[in-house]
Each structure stands twice: as C-alpha cells, then as structure tokens.
C-alpha cells in the first residue's frame, strides 16, 4: 500500500511544483498580449465627443423656436455649434494619420473617419440649403426686415445726395418713390397685406442734423399707413420668432433687426441714448393716412 502511494504523492508534488511557474508563463502572456493591443486613440474620442456637442447644440437652436432667449445667448448658440465642428474635424484628421502612422498601435480609425466626414456633410448641406433658389422665397419676416433695410438704405442716399438733410417728414414716402431707386412694394411688410405702407419714419431722427449715430432708429414698423412719422408708441410687434413677438427696426446705419416690444424703449430713439431734453412742441406723431392691419 505505501509503495502504491508514492507514485502518487510525487506527481503531485511535481503538479505543485510546475503551478507557479505555470501561472507566471499566462501572467506574463496575458501582459504581453495586453501591451500588444491597440490603445484607443484619445484625439478620435475628442473627434466623436464634439460631434456629439455640435449635434445637441444644432437641435437646440433648432428647437428654440417657440422660447424667448435673451439676443445675447441666441447669437452665442450657432457659433458653439461651428467651433464644435471645426474641433471634431480637426481632430479627426489628425487622429487619422496618427493611427496610420502607429503600425497598429493606435485604435479608433472609425471614429476618427466619422469625425471627418460628418462635419463635411453638415457644411454641405448647409451651403445648399443657403444657396439662393428661384423657386425658393424668404420667410415673410425677413423680407420685412430686408424691405426696412433697404429703405434706411435710400434715405441715407437722399442725405448724401442732399447735404445731409432728410426727405420731408411728412412726404418721405413720396419723395423716395420719386427720387430713389425703389418699388412702391417695399413700403409694405409681406405679413401687412393690402398696406402700402408698413413703416413709420423716426421724427427724431427727421428733426436731427447732418450726423446721426449709427444705432439711431431710423424707420420702424407700425400700423400701416403712409408718409407716418412717429417714435415708440407707434411700434408694433407682428412677428413671432425665437425672441418672442418682435418687429422690424432700422438703424441709422442702415442695418435692420428684429425688437421685441419691451425693449423699443431702450433703443437710441433721440440719438443719444442718455439724453434727457425734452421732447419739441411738434413732437406729436404724425400718424400720416394710418390704417389697421
């Protein structure tokens, strides 16, 4: 019996003997295999993580049509989104020719290819859907804001053909139809149908002399009429947007906007936005033929 056994005790004697260096032999395999395995490439998870912040921030401009925002945040909103872009395609190209030049040390090529070629996809589509089309028209309020931009554009024409002076307050309509290179068509917001006329010049801006600041309010939107001057208590909001109820104002300096009703009154109606005169004795708005939208 003791001679049976001993075949049996050395065998395992010579198992436990061989364990640890067995176990050493697949440590040391897995570690080599484990160094051997390529590592994410961390500029292609960049690429991916601003393509994902450029989409989140496209769907919230997008979905921002029925919320009011302060102009501040909403001009700040598309930019992040471009920059996000940029990043994630300058990322991905470089990610690209570091993985291909690591001889398989480097992982992440799809990621990498998808952080370029997606923002090159957005810009495409972009620069299609902006192209201009023959049978594709502007939305009704930004041809009311490109007619108001248009005319402020004339009247700066008229002063400089002028001596800087104005077109008679109470005939301006009249005198740009006559003298300046316009169409009676747009005098009238699109929204305004049946108005000749949807804007109201500035009465201070007519009373100033030669030299107006360049955030001056110059013609704005109001009830429609024609040959109307007034200030602030004839502005009205018809447009709905992404700042809520809005109207079209145009600045002495011929650009034109979009003002919500709450902050007409913060605008450089007199030409200086500190000013304190009094209003002159002939300051009543000249409502001209006014009729209601």
């Given amino acids: 019996m003791n001679d049976e056994s001993k ?6 004697q010579i198992e436990q003997a061989q364990k640890p260096e067995s176990e050493a032999q697949n440590a040391q395999a897995e570690s080599i295999e484990e160094k ?13 993580v601003c393509l994902v912040a450029a989409c989140g921030v496209f769907v919230l401009y997008l979905g921002l049509g029925g919320l009011v925002i302060p102009l501040a945040v909403e001009k700040m909103i598309l930019p992040a989104g471009v920059v996000a872009l940029a990043v994630a395609l300058a990322a991905g190209v470089i990610a690209l020719v570091m993985i291909k030049a690591s001889d ?11 952080g370029i070629l997606m923002p090159i996809i957005v810009a495409v589509a972009y620069v299609r859907s902006s192209a201009p089309a023959e049978e ?4 009704p309020s930004i041809r009311c804001r490109s007619n108001i931009s248009r005319l402020a554009g004339e009247i700066n024409n008229y002063r400089a053909d002028n001596d800087g002076r104005f077109p008679k307050a109470e005939k301006w309509c009249d005198i740009l139809l006559e003298q300046a290179n316009v169409e009676e068509s747009l005098f009238s917001c699109p929204l305004d149908e049946g108005a000749r006329c949807s804007y109201s010049l500035n009465k201070y801006a007519a009373q100033a002399g030669a030299d107006l600041p360049a955030d001056m309010v110059l013609l704005f ?13 004839l502005f009205i909001a018809p447009h709905r947007g992404r700042r809520g109820t809005t109207g079209c104002v145009a600045f002495a300096d011929g650009k034109g906007d979009f003002i919500t009703a709450d902050n007409v009154d913060s605008l450089n ?7 304190e005169e009094a209003e002159p004795d002939n300051a009543e708005p000249q ?3 006014a009729e209601e939208k």
């Fill in 36 to 48: 051997q395995k390529p590592k994410m490439s961390k500029l292609a998870v960049l690429s991916i």
């Fill in 136 to 139: 594709t028209q502007e939305p």
């Fill in 104 to 114: 398989g040390a480097l992982a992440g090529r799809r990621l990498a290819m998808l």
């Fill in 287 to 289: 409502a001209g033929n």
């Fill in 221 to 233: 939107e109001s009830k429609a009429g024609w040959n109307q001057v007034g200030g602030p208590e």
């Fill in 269 to 275: 109606w007199k030409g200086d936005k500190d000013s």
């Fill in 7 to 12: 075949p049996d005790e050395t065998n395992e």
